[in-house]
């Protein structure tokens, strides 16, 4: 007996996956999904049930697929290749698989030898490509999200079978999750004797991994990276989930290339690889990459050739930029050298400020998003998989209004570079506390630089009162700026315990109760309440717009002649 995936059978019909297993759930065979497989019998049953539906006269099929295609070109692109991470425990074998991939697969074999420490490659199975970033390991990976990148598309968890899953391959899982890609689990070193694949199955399944073939949800290939054996199995799936995802990109869009590596060298100066999601990057283009710019001035493919141009899904070396840019950022063309070296400088400005730009959201904002999905975010890490067990049993034994404790990542050890890069990359600023353990020095500096707070508590307790306090913070009424107006300070009078500024109104109105923003030169000084308001010398509640009035702010003394005044009211946002 034969056993076939779906996958395989929907190639055999001529169509995608997705329309085969549409089509057999419309028909009443519904919950298969790719990867199964089926015996001789459901093999026949398909095809015959999928033939039956689907064999209207063909002249009217032809051209409606046409149509179809047309409409689809036009709204949506064309498929592009899945851009493809490696992740997992130390020494499960990463390096070694993609090493087997570039070997066996590469797609620009035929040209000569790769160049060494290419950050990212394309292979090829049978015509399909599929790009490898080269970088592997969860913090390359999280520390592009945390720059606001998505470079991947989907992620593939190495997993020994003579060790089975590991404490970084569950700090790569919860990466992976928190990423919201899709996962696909190589079960690696099969070759080994003390090899066990069942075990290391049961181990996924205790991690809310339960394989396919176990009637789960998650894909799992049992491979050896070193004696390059079931490979190609694993290529196949990664295109069967990029099918099933519908990546598509539009070669004439707007650009969207992300740097996964930089580095200065000698001769050549500043060189990044970019990973090309959308559009199509050019030799001469005139591009910004964060805080640094260039003009292109050449395109290098994996096997160091010029490439001219880079589309969807490929990757390029960049040659022509002025500094090395950071890996994570975007890459903009611009339509000449001097507009992309404004924007750059612009940028610069912005970064040398000290907050980074999550920290510009207002705590309003924080709380509304945190409320939106009436969830606190942690990052939890103890002394010990006890101490570990019971904070996390107080933790989730709380209850507060309805408000959930999301556990983002557990795990036992002081706070790392990866447990800070995993808070900064998520929305909604995940708490990150030690239980017992403090944050490692390289982890207190990431911390510093991207605005992530730690917390470190050594009695349980603790711990719970200041999640209880979060959650209530949580609940309690936010409030949103309403714009009320904005005046400008013409004069300065001395009164009896303070200053008043003589003001002109120049937009909307001012009104008692409010607040004010002071601006000068555009950099906000001072926020506060309005203390007084006066017209002439009577106290008003309210002063329309091209007159002008009195305003005494509440414990600040030092405006000045030429500050704006831009006037608001807090109001509730409502639940
Ligand atoms: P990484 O740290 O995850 O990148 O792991 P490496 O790729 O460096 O592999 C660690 C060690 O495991 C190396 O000695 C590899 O040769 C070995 N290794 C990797 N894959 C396999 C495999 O499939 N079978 C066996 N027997 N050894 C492997």
Not at 483 to 498: S, W
Request: contains cysteine; hydrophobic residues 40%.
């Amino acid at each position: 007996m034969t056993r076939k995936r779906v996958y395989q059978i929907a190639k055999e019909l001529g169509v995608s996956s997705k329309e085969l297993i549409e089509k057999l759930a419309e028909m009443g065979m519904a919950g298969l999904k790719a990867a199964n497989t089926v015996d001789d019998e459901e093999y026949t049953l398909i095809v015959n049930l999928y033939r039956e539906e689907t064999t209207p006269p063909v002249k009217e099929e032809e051209e409606k697929e046409e149509q179809h295609s047309a409409i689809k070109m036009v709204k949506e692109g064309v498929p592009r290749p899945p851009i493809v991470s490696v992740l997992g425990h130390i020494d499960h074998g990463k390096t070694t698989l993609l090493d087997a991939i570039r070997h066996s697969h590469l797609a620009a074999k035929e040209t000569g030898g790769i160049t060494q420490g290419v950050a990212a490659y394309q292979a090829d199975l049978h015509g399909e490509k599929i790009t490898f970033i080269d970088t592997p390991g969860h913090k390359a990976f999280t520390g592009m999200r945390a720059r606001g990148a998505k470079a991947t598309d989907i992620a593939i968890l190495v997993v020994a079978a003579d060790d089975g899953i590991m404490a970084q391959t569950v700090e790569a899982i919860d990466h992976i999750r928190a990423a919201e890609i899709p996962m696909i689990v190589a079960i690696n070193k099969i070759d080994k004797a003390n090899a066990d694949v069942d075990k290391t199955m049961n181990d996924l399944v205790q991690h809310g991994l339960t394989p396919e073939d176990w009637g789960g949800e998650t894909i799992t290939v049992a491979i050896s990276a070193l004696a390059k054996e079931k490979i190609e199995d694993l290529l196949e799936m990664i295109l069967l989930v990029a099918e099933m995802e519908d990546l598509r990109a539009d070669p004439h869009g707007e650009l969207e290339a992300i740097i996964i590596e930089s580095h200065l060298s000698k001769g050549r100066g500043p060189v990044a690889t970019a990973v090309v999601r959308n559009g199509t990057l050019r030799e001469k283009d005139c591009i910004v990459v964060g805080s640094t710019y260039g003009r292109v001035k050449a395109l290098l493919n994996e096997t160091g050739e010029r490439a001219g141009k880079a589309g969807p899904g490929q990757s390029v070396e960049v040659l022509g930029l002025q500094a090395v840019p950071q890996v994570g950022t975007q890459i903009t063309v611009k339509k000449t050298q001097n507009e992309a070296k404004a924007c750059a400088e612009k940028l610069r400005v912005e970064e040398a400020a000290p907050q980074r730009s999550r920290a510009k959201m207002t705590v309003e904002d924080l709380f509304r998003q945190a409320r939106a999905e009436e969830k606190l975010k942690l990052i939890l890490k103890a002394t010990s998989t006890g101490a570990l067990e019971a904070a996390r049993r107080e933790i989730e034994a709380l209850t507060v209004g309805e408000i959930e404790v999301d556990f983002i990542h557990t795990g036992v050890g002081a706070i790392s570079e990866g447990d800070i890069l995993l808070a900064a990359s998520i929305p909604g600023d995940p708490l990150v506390v030690g239980f017992g353990v403090k944050a490692n020095a390289k982890a207190t500096k990431l911390a510093e630089h991207e605005g992530v707070a730690t917390h470190t508590y050594a009695i349980i307790y603790d711990i719970v009162d200041e999640i209880e306090r979060a959650l209530k913070q949580m609940l309690a009424p936010v409030y949103q700026e309403v714009r009320i107006g904005e005046a400008e300070v013409r004069d300065l009078f001395k009164v009896p315990g303070g200053i008043v500024a003589g003001c002109y109104v120049a937009e909307g109105r001012v009104v008692r109760p409010g607040k004010v923003r002071v601006l000068r030169r555009d950099e906000e000084v001072f926020s506060g309440d309005i203390a007084s308001l006066h017209r002439f010398t009577d106290d008003v509640r309210e002063v329309q717009v091209e007159r002008e009035c009195g305003i005494r702010i509440r414990d600040f003394d030092d405006v000045q002649v030429g500050d704006r005044l831009v006037v608001f009211t807090l109001e509730e946002v409502a639940r």
